[in-house]
């Protein structure tokens, strides 16, 4: 079998290197026995579900040129799933979709004048009207990065097809909203690094701690800019550490700076449990190992996840305080949780040894192989971290 060792190799110092400059990329399917075509099949099956099926698809052309991408539990179009609709794009070679996608959220969410100038509105009503007029910072996060490989695999066009341009302008407008007479507030703070729950925001989204994503736009962003993400990727693994929990190895869903759930009640509830957006760290954490496989301590955090939620997948059914103690609440995305889950087993390395890491790792890679795409009206959300995982574990969620 494949050692992970092919894939982290090493530099003289010792120092993991990951897909960014090996240009090999995991594939865990493959480790676990399963055939390239059952992998390609897979793939194939839940793209058609998810964009093409006239039932189950998230993603709806509108008009001649454009198209978004439905959060079918509330009926609206969102930047966090406009902008993962337009990586997943990217990744698949879909050009004619995501400049759909891209069309539809620069008409409709692109803020051009106001306090969130240059941001997107998080949220839109299905015939482009705003619901909202605040940014969500995961949306502007993936929409740079996907920017950024559209360019890379397909090459710039004019206007808002310059992907490479686009990009650049929108993290420019991340960073320094506030300078030098713009008004507003910048995504990300510029004391700590880190990306906020929203602009100017005290506290932070551990699922918003994208290393993976920094590193490279510290390679492609304006040069004035680039170190200060090099900084960020740093600042982020370091927090990923001591936001999750040392035993369990959950995160709360927003946290104060220092690692700490959030203990303060917002308009719209508790927030400092393990709850939906907490999914997406483990996951982040696993496609970052692949990318870069940088460990500042955040690349164990998958493992003891998957050992706290043991062999059963009864213990997905319930919501928990970051110490794994249980909560009267229900799991909204247990599929989800299952594919976020199963995509950290990227951190651990392979092994045939009998009771070893891996075969934990394995036992989550074939629950999620065996689950199926959701069906319903809340599969949006669990399917876009479905189809990620599946890339992620096949090798195909790479750098372009």
């Known amino acids: 079998m494949v050692s992970i060792e092919k894939y982290l190799r090493f530099s003289r110092k010792g120092t993991a290197m990951g897909a960014f400059e090996t240009g090999n990329y995991r594939n865990l399917f493959a480790e676990i026995g399963k055939s390239e075509k059952e992998i390609k099949d897979r793939i194939d099956l839940a793209i058609n579900t998810f964009f093409f099926d006239e039932n189950e698809r998230i993603y709806h052309d509108a008009g001649e040129d454009m198209g978004y991408l439905v959060d079918t539990g509330n009926?609206?179009?969102?930047?966090?799933?406009?902008?993962?609709?337009?990586?997943?794009?990217?990744?698949?070679?879909?050009?004619?979709?995501?400049?759909?996608?891209?069309?539809?959220?620069?008409?409709?969410?692109?803020?051009?004048?106001?306090?969130?100038?240059?941001?997107?509105?998080?949220?839109?009503?299905?015939?482009?009207?705003?619901?909202?007029?605040?940014?969500?910072?995961?949306?502007?996060?993936?929409?740079?990065?996907?920017?950024?490989?559209?360019?890379?695999?397909?090459?710039?066009?004019?206007?808002?097809?310059?992907?490479?341009?686009?990009?650049?302008?929108?993290?420019?407008?991340?960073?320094?909203?506030?300078?030098?007479?713009?008004?507003?507030?910048?995504?990300?703070?510029?004391?700590?690094?880190?990306?906020?729950?929203?602009?100017?925001?005290?506290?932070?989204?551990?699922?918003?701690?994208?290393?993976?994503?920094?590193?490279?736009?510290?390679?492609?962003?304006?040069?004035?800019?680039?170190?200060?993400?090099?900084?960020?990727?740093?600042?982020?693994?370091?927090?990923?550490?001591?936001?999750?929990?040392?035993?369990?190895?959950?995160?709360?869903?927003?946290?104060?700076?220092?690692?700490?759930?959030?203990?303060?009640?917002?308009?719209?509830?508790?927030?400092?449990?393990?709850?939906?957006?907490?999914?997406r760290t483990a996951a982040n954490i696993g496609l970052d190992c692949v990318w870069f496989g940088d460990d500042k301590g955040q690349l164990s955090v998958p493992l003891r996840m998957m050992n706290f939620f043991g062999a059963e997948l009864e213990a997905v059914r319930c919501t928990y305080k970051v110490d794994g103690t249980p909560v009267e609440r229900p799991v909204l995305h247990p599929f989800g949780l299952i594919a976020t889950i199963a995509q950290g087993a990227l951190t651990v390395p392979y092994s045939d040894e009998p009771g070893s890491d891996f075969e934990t790792a394995r036992h989550w890679v074939e629950f999620f192989w065996n689950m199926p795409m959701r069906k319903g009206n809340r599969r949006y959300y669990d399917n876009c971290l479905y189809i990620f995982a599946l890339l992620a574990l096949s090798g195909n969620y790479r750098i372009w």
């Open 75 to 279: 009926n609206d179009a969102r930047t966090e799933g406009m902008s993962y609709g337009m990586m997943m794009c990217v990744q698949m070679d879909m050009k004619e979709q995501f400049d759909r996608i891209w069309k539809w959220s620069k008409t409709h969410m692109y803020m051009p004048g106001g306090e969130n100038e240059g941001y997107f509105a998080w949220s839109c009503q299905l015939d482009g009207t705003k619901n909202a007029y605040g940014p969500a910072p995961d949306g502007e996060e993936f929409f740079a990065m996907a920017l950024f490989f559209a360019s890379h695999r397909w090459g710039d066009g004019e206007g808002i097809y310059n992907y490479s341009h686009e990009a650049k302008e929108l993290l420019k407008a991340c960073l320094h909203k506030g300078e030098s007479g713009r008004v507003g507030a910048p995504m990300w703070n510029h004391d700590n690094h880190y990306i906020l729950f929203g602009p100017g925001s005290p506290f932070t989204d551990a699922s918003y701690h994208l290393p993976h994503f920094y590193e490279l736009f510290g390679e492609w962003a304006y040069e004035e800019d680039r170190a200060f993400f090099k900084e960020a990727a740093k600042a982020s693994r370091e927090y990923l550490n001591k936001s999750c929990h040392k035993e369990t190895g959950l995160n709360p869903e927003y946290g104060n700076f220092d690692g700490s759930p959030m203990d303060k009640k917002l308009g719209w509830g508790y927030f400092g449990d393990f709850f939906s957006d907490a999914y």
